[in-house]
């Protein structure tokens, strides 16, 4: 059963939520946009549904929330270690089907492939998803030709309309709350897009001799690796270890994880100062065929979920899409010239 609520009566069912949880939703944080004096879209704690921004795709995914950018994963003096503490509230994260299935990625990485992470499972555990209903598509977004533009895998889920929202819910607790003050009760059916304006098509022929390819040479005078394509994408996870010395004699500190990319210099660097990827293309072409190659051979499942913020996010306008559309061209180039 679904759930018709105003502005009004969601603001109570938030209150009743952040009792025992966090809500975590897309919201403007003025100022601290890319640029002087600009804005930015990302992930923070929200206590009413009016600071959500329902109509724009976050520029920042919900990634951090469960994977931050810097996590402290104990304290060590020279004689003790303690554990940090987690997050003493529970999180509720209202997000969209391209991120929704960017879930089922992290869960992969960090759950089902191998013993499961204990820092990301002490957050996972602890989180409830709201899927926001999609009613048009963003600019860049590719999540049709992904298969992730719509989900069922929910606790709860949202359309808005003219400051009428309806829920469909799954999971009890949440439930109790939209029962006890919706508007009234309805049949929901969750809103999602059916076509992009970009569309992508990965080869059905592709293969790791992709690599051998041309295509990736322009990108070595375009790309100037900042790395900001991996930080705004909600399926990369890659990090290092580092510790932070309180004292000079290094006895006491911290060690933490701390995000990391494939795209950015260091990243492939090894003792006796070699690297392996030196050249921005032979990085772009690492992510790029891990991301709609080498990751479903291991999952099943493609690791890019369509959400178009890497194109969008980027300085020097390089397209991720535009460069997967290009690999069918890769291929026969490396077909016709005998590569292997």
């Given at each position: 059963?679904?759930?018709?609520?105003?502005?009004?009566?969601?603001?109570?069912?938030?209150?009743?939520?952040?009792?025992?949880?966090?809500?975590?939703?897309?919201?403007?944080?003025?100022?601290?946009?890319?640029?002087?004096?600009?804005?930015?879209?990302?992930?923070?704690?929200?206590?009413?549904?009016?600071?959500?921004?329902?109509?724009?795709?976050?520029?920042?995914?919900?990634?951090?929330?469960?994977?931050?950018?810097?996590?402290?994963?104990?304290?060590?003096?020279?004689?003790?270690?303690?554990?940090?503490?987690?997050?003493?509230?529970?999180?509720?994260?209202?997000?969209?089907?391209?991120?929704?299935?960017?879930?089922?990625?992290?869960?992969?990485?960090?759950?089902?492939?191998?013993?499961?992470?204990?820092?990301?499972?002490?957050?996972?555990?602890?989180?409830?998803?709201?899927?926001?209903?999609?009613?048009?598509?963003?600019?860049?977004?590719?999540?049709?030709?992904?298969?992730?533009?719509?989900?069922?895998?929910?606790?709860?889920?949202?359309?808005?309309?003219?400051?009428?929202?309806?829920?469909?819910?799954?999971?009890?607790?949440?439930?109790?709350?939209?029962?006890?003050?919706?508007?009234?009760?309805?049949?929901?059916?969750?809103?999602?897009?059916?076509?992009?304006?970009?569309?992508?098509?990965?080869?059905?022929?592709?293969?790791?001799?992709?690599?051998?390819?041309?295509?990736?040479?322009?990108?070595?005078?375009?790309?100037?690796?900042?790395?900001?394509?991996?930080?705004?994408?909600?399926?990369?996870?890659?990090?290092?270890?580092?510790?932070?010395?309180?004292?000079?004699?290094?006895?006491?500190?911290?060690?933490?994880?701390?995000?990391?990319?494939?795209m950015i210099d260091g990243y492939t660097e090894?003792?006796?100062?070699?690297?392996?990827?030196?050249?921005?293309?032979?990085?772009?072409?690492?992510?790029?065929?891990?991301?709609?190659?080498?990751?479903?051979?291991?999952?099943?499942?493609?690791?890019?979920?369509?959400?178009?913020?890497?194109?969008?996010?980027?300085?020097?306008?390089?397209?991720?899409?535009?460069?997967?559309?290009?690999?069918?061209?890769?291929?026969?180039?490396?077909?016709?010239?005998?590569?292997?």
């Open positions: 059963m679904g759930y018709q609520l105003r502005t009004e009566s969601l603001r109570k069912v938030f209150d009743a939520w952040s009792k025992e949880y966090d809500i975590y939703a897309p919201k403007i944080f003025e100022g601290t946009g890319r640029f002087s004096e600009t804005d930015v879209i990302r992930y923070g704690i929200v206590s009413s549904p009016e600071e959500i921004v329902w109509d724009q795709r976050s520029e920042y995914s919900f990634k951090e929330i469960v994977v931050p950018i810097c996590q402290t994963l104990f304290y060590f003096t020279e004689t003790q270690i303690k554990e940090a503490d987690f997050p003493q509230k529970k999180a509720i994260i209202f997000l969209r089907s391209c991120d929704l299935h960017a879930v089922k990625r992290l869960d992969y990485m960090f759950r089902d492939n191998g013993p499961a992470d204990y820092y990301y499972e002490k957050l996972r555990e602890n989180v409830k998803f709201v899927l926001i209903g999609c009613e048009k598509s963003f600019d860049d977004c590719f999540c049709v030709s992904m298969g992730t533009n719509k989900s069922n895998v929910y606790d709860a889920a949202v359309n808005v309309k003219n400051e009428t929202y309806f829920f469909d819910c799954k999971e009890k607790y949440l439930q109790e709350a939209l029962q006890k003050f919706a508007v009234s009760e309805i049949p929901v059916a969750v809103e999602y897009v059916t076509r992009n304006k970009v569309t992508v098509h990965i080869p059905e022929e592709l293969d790791s001799g992709a690599a051998a390819s041309t295509i990736w040479d322009e990108y070595d005078k375009r790309c100037i690796t900042c790395g900001r394509c991996t930080i705004v994408c909600p399926t990369c996870t890659c990090w290092s270890m580092q510790d932070l010395f309180y004292s000079e004699n290094g006895k006491a500190g911290e060690r933490r994880r701390v995000q990391a990319s494939c090894v003792a006796g100062g070699g690297c392996f990827r030196q050249k921005s293309g032979q990085r772009m072409r690492f992510k790029v065929l891990h991301k709609v190659l080498d990751f479903k051979k291991r999952a099943g499942f493609q690791m890019c979920v369509g959400c178009g913020r890497c194109d969008a996010i980027c300085p020097e306008y390089i397209s991720f899409s535009h460069c997967v559309n290009k690999l069918g061209d890769a291929m026969r180039e490396v077909k016709e010239n005998g590569k292997k």
